[in-house]
């Protein structure tokens, strides 16, 4: 029998049961939705990283006065920009 608030609980049978297994349902599901996350955030920091590479070499290009743009795909981008603003 447990206490709860002052009071006095009693257990019926194949109640203590029930507990265990609901218990065993939520940390599966909460297991399953952690290992979600942290491939997530995996995945997050692989892009990350690619990114940071991506943006130093972009970087690299405009130092050396390598980097030439799509003028195309600037000039879109700009008008889309301006239509919408």
């Known amino acids: ?3 709860i608030g002052g009071l006095n609980k009693i257990n019926r049978p194949g109640e203590e049961l ?3 297994k609901t218990e065993g349902k ?3 599901s909460f297991s399953s939705a ?3 996350a942290t491939s997530a955030q995996a ?3 692989t892009e ?4 940071a590479t991506r943006v130093q070499e972009l970087k690299a290009q405009v130092a050396s006065g390598q980097y030439e743009p799509d003028l195309n795909k600037v000039a879109s981008s700009l008008l ?3 239509v919408e603003g």
């Not at 990350?48 to 990114?51: C, G, I, L, S």
């Open 26 to 28: 939520e940390a599966t």
């Open 1 to 3: 029998m447990g206490q």
């Open 80 to 82: 889309k920009f301006l």
């Open 48 to 51: 990350d990283a690619e990114r």
């Open 43 to 45: 995945a997050g920091k």
């Open 34 to 36: 952690l290992q979600g």
């Open 18 to 20: 029930k507990s265990a």
